[in-house]
Every structure is written in C-alpha cells, then in structure tokens.
C-alpha cells in the first residue's frame, strides 16, 4: 500500500518523555493537552475543548510537488558550512540529496551519505550493535514504500523493545560541517490503536546520540523523534477516536536557552525539551510517511547549535539557539533506531513498518518515488 496522505489540523501541545537503556534520567509519558477534549482544566490559556479545527490540508505528495520546488543546491562533495546548515529551510517541500536518486537507488554512493538501507537486498545490511536491527527486524514484500521490500516490527503485549545503534566517526574531520541527519519512512498500522481510548501510549523513532563512557548525566545530548497517541478525540484527523502525532525531542545541556523558529516548544525542564508542529501533522494508520531529524552541533560554548525536523521534505520544527557541548566533546557517536515502546501492558501486537532509512551529513530530504 502506497498512500501518502498527509493531514495537517490545529494542534495542541504534546508531552512525551522516553527512555531507554541509553538513556539516564528514568521514563514516563505525558498525556498530551489534547486530551482536555475530556479534560478541559490542562489545556494550555490559549486553546480550549472548542478551538476551531483549521481546515483540512493535504501536504504536497514528494512525486507531485515538482512546481513548489526550491532550487536545489549544486551535488558537490564540499559544499560550504553556509549551504549545508540553509538546506531544508524554505516553506513547502524540501528537497534534498535524496533529490537525484529515485528511490533512494544509489544514495549510498553520495559522498555525504555515511549509510543506507532500503531492503532491497531481502535481508538487513544497515550494520548497528550486536546485529540488533538484523535480528528484530523481519523483511517483508507484501506492504513496502518504494521497491520490492520492506521492514516489519511487532510489539507483541509484553514487549517494549530494543534500541538499536548505528555507530558514527568520532574524528571531527569526518563532519566538518557538524551537522548529522537521518530519515526513516513508516507505515503505522491500525495495531497502534489501543481500543482503550483513555490510554495515552509513547513510542521511540530515531535521532542522533551523543551518550556512552564518553558522556556524563550533565553533558550527553540528543537529536530525536517520538511518537505519542491518545484517544477520546472528535478531530476529523483522528483514527477512530485516537489521534498519533510525531515530534521533535532533544536532551540537551541547556534547554532553557532553546528558541523555536518553527513550531512551538513545550515540556521544557533542566534537561531536555519537546518541540511540535503548529499547526500539528497527524499520524493515518497504514500511511507511509517519511520523517527526518537533523542536528547542528553549536560552536563550543555558544548557543548557536539547532535541532530541526521535518515530515515528507515539509519543515515541522525548528529549534535554535542550541548548546549541545562546552567544549570540542562530546561529538555525536551514535544514530539510534529505535524499537521501543514506553508503554508497558500494551493489550494487544502493535506493528510498524519501516523503509528508505539514510543517514548523511547534509539533509536528505523525502523520497523521491520512480516515476
């Protein structure tokens, strides 16, 4: 199933907070204040049970938005910090390198891209620790995004899953540009819905991670996209009730000082922050979509670092004033991809299909689907 529907609808302020055994700081999920539908006293002062939902928004599909394109920038292999750090800024789709490579065929070879898999291969190449992509992960043909193959997980009740790590450079050399990307495309299926609408329920993506024997409690950063869904809700965007929305969320050293170009900022504590859409882009079961991070290392001891995040090439947030580190180290050492679940007890098998993963060091941008 091919559909790239996109749903864009007035959104309210998400809270999530996942952890897994890369994490430090313990894990919980917080109900969105969406759920003031029902509970109308934790809705932010702007915004109640009857804000107006905007009208429905389709985002241009990556194969049908050739007129809204940005000039894309020359394909060299040293492009300046200037070009590298304004890809993926203008309004509508961006694209990116993923541009000259209909179905991500070949990116591998672009000379920004540390890696990619697209299954294609029928099996797992992407290397990451102790196999653990290679062994979660299960390859399928019948439900793909591009091509003849895809990847299937399940969370079977009971399970939360595991982190998987792809390891990165640590020379400086390698990213001179200090800038760090990843893009997955997944299909939710209609698994993600709990049948108990009153469940608020958090799952990880993936991000960029500097963690480890290298890093403290005070000074480990991240990059990274979560997912959270909660029910009870009458928007037209809702599955049956349950409305899915993806986010920006970043630990970082020194949140408060975190400005939001794009988007809006929220949950913001000592230690890490999440950062939403405005208005929100809603998760629809059996969808593909395509979602991309981004980290900009700051200047050591400045605020001028960024986190950004998009949807299918469309910028979501856009987080700056950033002070990842004090000092040259930590660097980024690792890109998560994450198969876990911070919901415990789950009643019943959730599934999610992933495809067209790329990690690089310049933005990469949606699929660009074979004509």
């Known amino acids: 199933m091919n559909t790239r529907l996109g749903w864009l609808g007035l959104g309210v ?14 894990s919980d999920v917080t109900l969105p204040p969406d759920f003031g539908e029902v509970q109308e006293e934790i809705l932010p002062t702007d915004l109640g049970p009857d804000a107006p939902v905007d009208a429905l928004q389709e985002l241009p599909p990556a194969e049908l ?40 065929r070949g990116i591998a070879a672009h000379p920004a891209v540390y890696a990619a898999e697209d299954f294609e291969s029928g099996t797992v190449r992407l290397p990451t620790e102790e196999d653990r992509l290679l062994n979660q992960l299960t390859v399928v043909g019948d439900e793909v995004y591009v091509g003849d193959y895809a990847a299937r997980f399940e969370w079977p009740e009971g399970l939360n899953g595991p982190t998987t790590r792809f390891v990165l450079p640590t020379d400086p050399a390698d990213n001179p540009h200090d800038a760090y990307f990843v893009r997955v495309c997944y299909n939710f299926d209609g698994s993600f819905h709990p049948i108990d609408q009153n469940r608020g329920v958090g799952v990880k993506g993936f991000g960029i991670y500097a963690e480890g024997p290298q890093t403290t409690d005070d000074n480990w950063y991240n990059a990274s996209v979560q997912f959270v869904g909660w029910g009870n809700s009458q928007k037209p965007e809702a599955n049956d009730g349950y409305l899915w929305v993806g986010h920006l969320y970043s630990y970082n050293p020194d949140p408060s000082g975190a400005v939001a170009e794009v988007g809006t900022l929220d949950n913001v504590s000592d230690y890490r922050f999440s950062a939403y859409a405005s208005p929100f882009t809603y998760i629809r079961f059996n969808t593909w979509r395509c979602y991309e991070v981004g980290l900009y290392l700051n200047t050591p001891g400045l605020n ?9 090439g469309v910028l979501q947030s856009r987080i700056t004033h950033m002070r990842f580190r004090e000092v040259g180290a930590p660097r980024p050492i690792n890109v998560n991809i994450n198969l876990h679940r911070t919901t415990e007890n789950f009643p019943h098998t959730m599934v999610r299909w992933m495809d067209n993963i790329v990690i690089s060091r310049r933005y990469i941008g949606p699929v660009r689907l074979p004509e």
């Open 304 to 312: 001028d670092g960024e986190a950004r995040f998009w949807i299918d």
């Open 65 to 104: 938005s050739d007129g809204a394109l940005p000039d894309l920038v020359e394909d060299v292999a040293t492009p300046s910090r200037a070009t590298v750090w304004q890809e993926g800024l203008a309004a509508g789709v961006n694209w990116g390198i993923a541009h000259a490579y209909p179905g991500d």
């Open 13 to 26: 302020l998400v809270g999530l907070w996942a952890c897994d055994d890369g994490d430090k700081k313990g």
